[in-house]
């Protein structure tokens, strides 16, 4: 996507505690495994920023798991975000980043209260490229929900995702921070009032594909307890030419010995033949090559299989699940289609699927049912590349566990401006429902902002005991999906998402 935009919990014992300080009435130090934390205390929240849960993985450390964190004397500040990961610039990162010291995470728990309350690990999104969790403020999940949520960095782009012959770990180095993470959560989060026997994974785009991921991995056996995924899958996938021209055919999961193959080309067009010469490029030197390593390796430790067969397979973490799509996913992705007329909506058929298919989809998504053109192009890109996968993906899991599927149906979000045609519920738009983005609390109207409650809602009690109901809300069964609307567009109410999506159509 080139847009914005779990070892078991009773056999880790907690060895964290809070400081005689914070017992004495300074509740912004911490104690962690590596050493105390200073955060910030407002009336309603406590934050930790920037505190580390891996060691930085510069020098002999690129390209290697992600290992402990050297512990610190005295008191460490954790009041401002650690760095983002290496990435290019984008409207997350202005200013880009090189800087590989980016192994860190932010913990943001409600101000009072004793008891131990659950824990939302969320995930960035953005494509396995670009997002940090710091660009995700939390405070209305925390305070409204009564959680502590975590969010995340991992490495992105060839940091994160880079493999070669020999190399162990190629292809999944990304992965395994977002686990050591989770281990660092299950080490401390009770420190901060967190219970590390009830933690949700969770994340947007790649951040649900990320947590989809970690559904399979054996390596995230007893980390998490239950999981979030939001427009991103394990079925994730796309067609030639159907999310951006030009790409071809593919998934975020490739098998090893494509990444490794990869990976010895790009080393050989570098002229580095050999791992210790590619340590030693500055990082800079190797952002050319950023984009070309997104991809997870499957046929490893980490994933010893396609998530997406894995879960056909049933051989998944058995927890309870939370899934669902924007409707109209793909509009955010029309601008890199240029004018689409009907004559540019046929060839893109074609370039997608080849003359005889295209025939079939322009059938199904006849011109004369849309308003635009443009509207039935992203209707044939979202309800293939999005809604339908992300369906399967739900189907495949709900043989062993309950799945709570949802569609997030509101037009006008205020992140749902510009493009060719109207954005609409379009891919990300759900956020500012859920957090605060870069510092900023986009403005409601008051039905917006009543969707945004029951919403937040819904995902805290979700990750409190598996069951997203309560009172104030309509009730959401793993029988019946929801559309989630404000209450000038429909309110929240049940829909047939398969049949709203054509699926039947798209898996014949």
């Not at 009336?43 to 891996?54: D, I, L, N």
């Not at 056996?221 to 994730?236: E, K, P, T, V, Y």
């Amino acid at each position: 996507m080139r847009k914005r935009t779990a070892v078991c919990a009773g056999l880790l014992a907690l060895s964290t505690v809070v400081t005689p300080a914070a017992a004495a009435g300074a509740p912004t130090v911490v104690r962690t495994d590596a050493g105390a934390v200073r955060g910030t205390v407002t009336e309603q929240v406590r934050t930790f920023q920037g505190v580390p849960y891996a060691a930085p993985p510069v020098g002999e450390l690129r390209w290697r798991p992600p290992q402990p964190v050297r512990p610190w004397p005295g008191v460490r500040h954790a009041t401002a975000p650690g760095s983002v990961c290496p990435q290019e610039k984008n409207p997350e990162a202005p200013q880009g980043s090189t800087n590989e010291d980016c192994l860190y995470l932010n913990v943001t728990t409600p101000a009072g209260g004793a008891k131990r309350k659950p824990v939302v690990v969320w995930t960035p999104g953005g494509g396995f490229f670009m997002g940090a969790g710091s660009n995700y403020g939390p405070e209305r999940l925390a305070t409204r929900g009564d959680a502590v949520v975590v969010t995340i960095n991992y490495r992105l782009g060839i940091f994160g995702f880079y493999g070669r012959h020999g190399l162990p770990g190629s292809g999944t180095f990304g992965l395994q921070d977002q686990q050591a993470a989770l281990r660092w959560v299950q080490r401390n989060i009770a420190a901060f009032g967190g219970d590390p026997g009830n933690v949700t994974l969770a994340g947007e785009s790649a951040g649900g594909m990320s947590t989809c991921a970690q559904l399979t991995s054996p390596r995230s056996a007893g980390l998490f307890h239950r999981a979030i995924m939001q427009s991103g899958s394990c079925d994730f996938s796309w067609e030639n030419a159907s999310q951006y021209p030009n790409q071809k055919a593919g998934s975020y999961w490739v098998p090893r010995e494509r990444i490794e193959a990869d990976g010895d080309a790009m080393a050989a067009e570098l002229g580095c033949p050999t791992i210790d010469c590619l340590r030693a490029r500055p990082a800079a030197e190797l952002m050319g090559q950023f984009t070309r390593f997104t991809s997870s390796a499957t046929g490893t430790p980490v994933l010893p299989r396609d998530p997406g067969q894995a879960l056909r397979d049933g051989r998944f973490h058995r927890v309870p699940v939370l899934s669902g799509n924007n409707h109209d996913e793909a509009r955010s992705y029309l601008v890199s289609f240029g004018p689409i007329d009907a004559a540019k909506y046929q060839e893109l058929l074609v370039n997608m699927a080849g003359p005889e298919q295209a025939a079939r989809i322009a059938a199904e998504y006849p011109l004369s049912a849309y308003e635009s053109p443009a509207h039935a192009w992203a209707a044939v890109t979202t309800d293939r590349i999005w809604s339908c996968t992300q369906l399967s993906a739900g189907r495949a899991l709900a043989r062993e566990v309950p799945v709570y599927a949802y569609e997030f149906a509101d037009r006008h979000s205020p992140l749902a401006e510009g493009g060719p045609i109207p954005l609409g519920a379009a891919h990300g738009v759900e956020l500012p429902y859920l957090f605060a983005l870069g510092g900023i609390e986009f403005p409601l109207a008051p039905d917006q902002r009543r969707l945004s409650e029951q919403m937040i809602d819904y995902w805290t009690a979700f990750a409190r005991d598996g069951d997203p109901n309560g009172p104030g809300r309509p009730r959401w069964t793993p029988e019946q999906a929801l559309s989630l609307a404000p209450s000038g567009q429909g309110d929240i109410r049940p829909v047939d998402l398969a049949a709203e999506h054509h699926c039947a159509f798209w898996q014949s």
